[in-house]
């Protein structure tokens, strides 16, 4: 079974940045990508971002896209997520997940190969 471990959520004020980073551990991880989904406060589950571990393309939901970066380190199974500009609408609980590029962009949970518990991103004055 593969874990994921996010890490670098916090408070942020309008215009803010903040780094996510998300470790996978457990056994040999074999996904075709990576991934951030976000759960807003009203419960709504959105895709933010994907990367390919095999070809490194990345993906982004159009809210996020040029103020959003995600990058990957193959040999150490990791993903970040570099925020900058941020603003209210991006309050939410960041979760780092695994699976194929489609679903992670479809976000069912069940389909994806792993998911990790998330972490707390809130942007506010």
């Known amino acids: 079974q593969v874990h994921l471990v996010e890490s670098g959520g916090g408070s942020v004020q309008p215009g803010g940045s903040l780094k996510l980073s998300c470790a996978a551990s457990?056994?040999?991880?074999?996904?075709?990508?990576m991934g951030w989904i976000r759960q807003t406060p009203g419960g709504e589950r959105e895709f933010v971002a994907a990367?390919?571990?095999?070809?490194?393309?990345?993906f982004y939901h159009a809210s996020v896209e040029g103020r959003f970066t995600i990058s990957r380190d193959t040999i150490e199974n990791t993903v970040y997520l570099e925020m900058n500009s941020l603003q209210p609408d991006d309050t939410a609980v960041y979760h780092c997940?695994?699976?194929?590029?489609?679903?992670?962009?479809?976000?069912?949970?069940?389909?994806?190969?792993?998911w990790g518990r998330g972490t707390l991103v809130t942007v506010s004055t």
């Open positions: 990367i390919s571990f095999r070809t490194g393309n990345t």
């Open positions: 457990g056994r040999a991880f074999s996904s075709d990508a």
């Open positions: 997940s695994a699976g194929t590029v489609i679903n992670l962009q479809l976000t069912i949970e069940t389909s994806l190969d792993a």
